[in-house]
């Protein structure tokens, strides 16, 4: 039975100051909250003060984030080492707001999955399709080419460990939800390329989250479907309690 994980990706948003607050409030909504992962995703800058702030609770801390490198000339660049230190369990790779504005490619998105395995953090694989190829008929293309190279020379002892995001980009920010049965169709599909990439029971194991317009009011219905193991969230986790709501959708 996967444990479903539901995360914040507050993207660039939140003070750290504003953070605290944030997370002071949610704690209190969630604190009976035992059967779902929580992760937090602030901004590199608030990171620390999330991490105090969650001390002794069971929410865990998430980057955005990180380069492949351990050290070195890389003006703005983070270290998997840095996150680990600050408490980090998980980081975001491949989110395609990366792919739009950052020239992230598959290929970079392999090389930090590989590393934040080897440091020991827990990727959380972002890959979906644009709108256009979804009008062309390509999502389970695209998705599959981007989760094959992502996970390209990953050994199966990491890939059990990761976590998938299959993000619609036409769906991220646009009010313009996936259908369950349009994401359940894609998470499946995803599922199904694991297991051929290793095996039926790491398939079986790894949690695919869905993120793209995920609120409070839609949050159960694709929560329910077979393969969608929590969510990847942005503006609606930037508010406790619709944040508390989504997470409660998770609930089994
Ligand atoms: P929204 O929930 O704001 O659509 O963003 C989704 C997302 O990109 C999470 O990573």
């Known amino acids: 039975m996967r444990r479903p994980i539901v995360a914040g990706n507050w993207k660039m948003n939140k003070t750290a100051q504003e953070a605290v607050a944030l997370v002071v409030e949610l704690k209190e909504l969630v604190s009976d909250v035992k059967d779902v992962e929580i992760v937090l ?3 590199f800058t608030a990171l620390e003060a999330v991490s105090r702030c969650i001390e002794g609770s ?3 801390l998430g980057a955005q984030d990180m380069f492949w490198e351990k050290s070195g000339p890389y003006t703005g660049e983070v270290s998997a080492e840095m996150l680990l230190t600050l408490g980090c369990k ?3 790779l491949g989110h395609s707001e990366r792919r739009t504005h950052f020239g992230e490619t598959n290929q970079t998105v392999n090389r930090k999955v590989k590393t934040a ?4 953090l827990v990727p959380i694989v972002c890959v979906g399709e644009r709108l256009e190829e979804r009008r062309s008929g390509d999502a389970k293309k695209v998705v599959e080419d981007q989760v094959t190279r992502a996970f390209d020379g990953v050994p199966l002892g990491g890939a059990e460990r990761a976590v998938v995001a299959y993000e619609p980009v036409w769906a991220i920010g646009t009010g313009l ?3 369950p049965d349009q994401a359940q169709e894609v998470h499946s599909h995803i599922r199904q390329i694991l297991a051929e990439l290793y095996n039926a029971e790491v398939a079986e194991g790894i949690r695919i989250q869905y993120g793209g317009s995920i609120k409070p009011e839609n949050a159960r219905d694709l929560f329910a479907q077979q393969d969608i193991d929590g969510g990847l969230v942005g503006g609606a986790s930037l508010k406790a309690e619709s944040f ?3 997470i409660r959708g998770a609930q089994l």
């Open 41 to 43: 995703c602030p901004p």
């Open 58 to 60: 069971d929410i865990c």
């Open 90 to 92: 998980y980081v975001i």
């Open 117 to 120: 395995l080897e440091s020991g």
């Open 177 to 179: 939800t996936a259908t």
């Open 244 to 246: 508390a709501g989504i």
